[in-house]
């Protein structure tokens, strides 16, 4: 069974006289990590949105797990670029939010789940702090830990790091690496930085035109566990330049 | 901030030359049942403490007090109607707004003849100065809530209440402590005007009775203490919101 399946997704913004996703099919094994690459604009965070409910699709299915989305909630953890955590509420009671909407558990119980969360991402110790209090990599972890409580096996994440600045960034991707080789989810990460593609996915999924017609696999020639030693090598300096090269051909036409 | 601007000391030297300006002119002009002197108003003020703080305040604060509760009542309602629902917004806004263009105070002694002199024609006057305010800062502020964690929100299976329980009333609040700011003191003046036109109790009252008489500092002396009540007020609502609401100057 595949964690996401695309099977002829269409979809057209209402403003818009063309299929921005047209006749899309792809898929993606459970446990994998798949980053989307693609200029800016070129409809790939509407892939994501989709997926987790928020577009609903022109035509075709998209399924997860097995199940069409259309219908069911919370089957993937979504994490927009910015990290959204709520400044009125500190940072365990904004971890505890997915579970409060879910309902069903008590105050005491979401409390204990949001402080394990928090220590899972090593943040033990910041429950009580307001999110503004914490510095940006701290704040992506939290809203990291948030997404990982709003339950299902698939995360989305949506340009999670663009804001941070580069050493952040860098150590950022590292622990989300470490992350997911603990937790075996299915993560599905959207970037428009190449050398964050190349580093982080399995295999990097390629946006090679506008409308989407179809995502070009690509199979990142390094094993995990990954260090970034690993982008200095010379199979791996070349895909991060064709990759360059292919996504530049889109924008300079 | 520099420390000038942080100590009190310069608002109170500017405070001070205002008062000692006032004392100066009304000094000049020498017509006391006009235009009388601070020291002569603070006087007068002392003089009439026995009535003015047991009958007059009393009844005058119980008039504000229940004009804001309604007006707090009516414009949190409204707001969250008008939020609600964008056929609701369309019809209520322009009402909203069209009740502020009656001049109030023309239309105040009719309040007198539908309520009578007791404290209900008083109290629609002050709901009529401050539900406005209240309505639409607090529609701001539930317009302020960011659409994104909505989004969010709603990925994780929320509904259109979830959404306002737990985003929109955490966003209209700053807001709407900066109303009830606002409202304090128009409801006071609101309760004040209400009074002037028609009453047997209240500072407004006690303000015109001491005109009839040409009694200047007598016209004043309630009114200082009306300033010093709602300067008060919005103090206490101040020190409420600093408590309440953490987060304010940053999203």
């Known amino acids: 069974m595949k964690a996401l399946e695309f099977e002829n997704v269409s979809y057209r913004y209402p403003e818009d006289d063309f299929d921005i996703i047209d006749n899309l099919s792809f898929s993606v094994e459970p446990g994998s990590f798949h980053c989307i690459v693609g200029v800016s604009g070129c409809g790939k965070s509407t892939i994501l949105r989709m997926t987790c409910g928020l577009l609903r699709p022109k035509g075709g299915i998209i399924r997860v797990n097995g199940a069409p989305v259309a219908g069911q909630s919370r089957c993937c953890g979504y994490m927009p670029q910015r990290d959204l955590l709520f400044p009125w509420r500190t940072v365990a009671e904004n971890l505890a939010l997915p579970?409060?909407?879910q309902g069903g558990r008590t105050r005491a119980e979401r409390r204990e789940l949001a402080e394990e969360a928090l220590a899972e991402v090593g943040l033990a110790g910041c429950g009580n702090k307001f999110p503004g209090e914490l510095s940006g990599g701290m704040r992506q972890r939290a809203a990291f830990a948030r997404t990982m409580l709003a339950g299902g096996g698939l995360l989305l994440l949506d340009e999670p790091f663009s804001a941070l600045d580069y050493l952040t960034r860098v150590s950022m991707q590292e622990w989300l690496l470490d992350q997911w080789e603990k937790r075996k989810r299915t993560i599905l990460f959207i970037t428009h930085d190449v050398e964050e593609a190349v580093f982080l996915s399995g295999s990097v999924l390629a946006v090679d035109r506008t409308p989407i017609r179809r995502l070009r696999e690509i199979p990142v020639p390094a094993a995990y566990p990954r260090t970034r030693a690993c982008l200095a090598r010379p199979e791996m300096a070349e895909l991060r330049e064709d990759l360059i090269e292919m996504l530049r051909k889109q924008v300079e036409p | 901030m520099n420390r000038a601007g942080r100590s009190g000391l310069p608002p109170l030297i500017f405070l001070f030359t205002l008062l000692a300006l006032w004392q100066l002119g009304a000094m000049e002009v020498d017509a006391a049942y006009i235009l009388p002197t601070p020291v002569q108003i603070l006087r007068r003020l002392w003089e009439l403490r026995g009535p003015l703080l047991t009958v007059h305040l009393p009844a005058t604060m119980a008039v504000t007090g229940l004009g804001l509760a309604i007006s707090l009542a009516l414009g949190l309602g409204l707001a969250a109607v008008m939020d609600w629902s964008p056929l609701a917004q369309k019809c209520l806004?322009?009402?909203?707004?069209?009740?502020q263009t009656i001049p109030t105070t023309a239309i105040a002694?009719?309040?007198?003849?539908?309520?009578?002199?007791?404290?209900?024609?008083?109290?629609?006057?002050?709901?009529?100065?401050?539900f406005f305010p209240i309505t639409i800062t607090v529609y701001d502020g539930l317009r302020s809530a960011r659409t994104e964690m909505a989004e969010l929100l709603e990925t994780y299976g929320a509904t259109k209440w979830d959404v306002f329980r737990k985003i929109k009333i955490p966003c209209a609040l700053p807001y709407f402590f900066s109303a009830v700011k606002m409202a304090v003191p128009i409801a006071i003046i609101g309760a004040a005007i209400g009074e002037w036109l028609g009453a047997q109790s209240g500072l407004g009252y006690f303000s015109r009775r001491m005109m009839t008489q040409l009694d200047g500092a007598g016209v004043f002396a309630p009114i200082v203490l009306l300033s010093a009540v709602a300067m008060a007020a919005a103090g206490l609502v101040g020190l409420v919101e600093k408590r309440v609401v953490k987060w304010r100057g940053e999203s």
């Open chain 2, 109 to 130: 002694p009719l309040f007198v003849l539908w309520f009578g002199y007791g404290i209900w024609s008083k109290v629609l006057v002050a709901v009529l100065m401050t």
């Open chain 2, 93 to 99: 806004y322009p009402v909203v707004v069209a009740s």
């Open chain 1, 99 to 101: 579970l409060e909407i």
